[in-house]
């Protein structure tokens, strides 16, 4: 467990803490990939990587990243949307961290870890892909809610959650997850709609 929190909780505060006393777009994002990317090191033994092409996964995340476009202006989302442009390192940065980084750290802590733990405490014991109807929704709200996109979250939390009980593999949800940050990453690239990355 605590290599996925710790990890997980690095992920999500360093940004906010570096941008909160910088002040600095392109410093906070450097800051947080530089130590997200130490933590998945430091515990590199937990978190093993056997990426391969997976048609569903691709799939998947595709059918994610268009749906997160297509419903965004239907429903409110959670707080007050940021204002403002990226530059071409805040680009590469910002599709580092979510291409590599949070489909990682988020597909590890959210199916891998906490979707077994909700099942039993003893959660190593589980089998990849287990369902009840416990762990189903609490990781699919604890999902949406983790987004300010809440909504979007919880369809998310829904699809990829269905892709780990079929698969049973967590590199696949990783593959699904980072696709999906992809597709969207260029959508923002190419229509400079950058508040996807600002809320």
Do not use: C
């Not at 995340?61 to 429903?75: S, T």
């Not at 590890?108 to 589980?126: G, M, N, P, S």
């Amino acid at each position: 467990m605590q290599p996925y929190l710790l990890t997980l909780l690095i992920h999500i505060l360093t940004f906010s803490f570096a941008y909160k006393i910088s002040n600095n777009l392109t410093l906070s994002l450097l800051i947080n990939a530089i130590t997200s990317t130490f933590a998945i090191y430091y515990f590199k033994k937990e978190f093993k990587l056997k990426l391969s092409l997976n048609p569903l996964a691709i799939l998947t995340g595709l059918i994610i990243a268009f749906l997160w476009i297509v419903i965004d202006p239907y429903y409110k989302a959670l707080g007050t949307p940021g204002t403002g442009t990226f530059t071409a390192i805040d680009i590469i940065l910002k599709l580092y961290i979510g291409v590599v980084l949070a489909a990682i750290i988020e597909e590890y802590f959210t199916r891998f870890f906490l979707l077994r733990w909700l099942i039993k405490e003893k959660w190593q014991k589980v089998k990849e892909g287990a369902y009840t109807h416990t762990s189903f929704i609490g990781t699919v709200l604890f999902f949406g809610l983790a987004h300010n996109r809440w909504l979007s979250g919880l369809i998310s939390g829904i699809l990829f959650n269905l892709l780990y009980y079929k698969t049973k593999k967590i590199d696949t949800l990783i593959m699904a997850h980072a696709i999906s940050n992809l597709a969207l990453g260029l959508y923002v690239i190419y229509t400079g709609n950058y508040s996807f990355w600002l809320s």
